[in-house]
């Protein structure tokens, strides 16, 4: 009986996904390239089973055939993964205190928030500290979730996605009215992804509900993909009369500290 054996109790557990796991976990600093039969040594399997195990995670990308000697390598995903791991678990920590620094100097609360599925769900809210600051009561907090397709926030997530994923999460949501503006039409919401994608930056005009407008900004990885995004939001009762003004005066430091952020967490932009 191979390594897995002795687990696998636990209901819906995969006997698969622990054997896979196991493989990438067989290779170490002290033994970088391993043979398919030390492998198989290793963890108690068949030469065979473990052949077609390490063919599969070869052809997604986690493994790499070194062709001098036909041993495997961990291959660039798993790198990917590391890195994707490391940038979730520090994001919050890393950006709280530019996000603090926003709200200081706007007046204005920020919000952090990432996707989850049809969903945008909030992972840090900085209210500034000054006196007479504009505050908007919509009972958020942290882990709070909001539609992405009536959100900046959510607009940002989705914008930078791929065009089957979009597809997809469009085929999941229904464009109901929240606010006088909610876009319901999928073809015009499409057209507003493209835009925030040319753009860089998305706005929400009462889309939400009556009279809240925001403006939200992408945090980039250091791959370059959008994992989160930062908004303030402003009500009309607070004297800023549209969201062209909205995007001039509070856009360009709001870009900075999304730009800031995603330094941080290792992304460079393309000079290009």
Known sequence: MGRTGARGTAAGFSQSIDRGLAILASFRSGSPLLGVSELARGLGLRVSTTHRYVATLAELGYLEQDHATRKYRLGPRVLDLGFS??????LRGI?????????????YTVNMAILDGVEVVYVERCRSRRAGQQEIDLDLY??????????????VLLAFRSDDEVRALLGRMELRRRGPNTLTSRPAFLAELARVRREGIAVNNEELAYGLRSIAAPIRDRSGEVVAAINMAVHRSMGIASTDEVVSRLGPALRRAANTISAR????????
């Open 85 to 90: 791991a490391i940038n979730s678990m520090g």
């Open 95 to 107: 950006a709280t205190p530019y996000l603090q620094q926003l709200s200081e100097e706007t007046g």
């Open 142 to 155: 942290v882990g709070a979730r909001l539609p992405v397709y009536c959100t900046s926030l959510g607009k």
């Open 265 to 272: 967490v290792g992304y460079v932009p393309d000079p290009a």
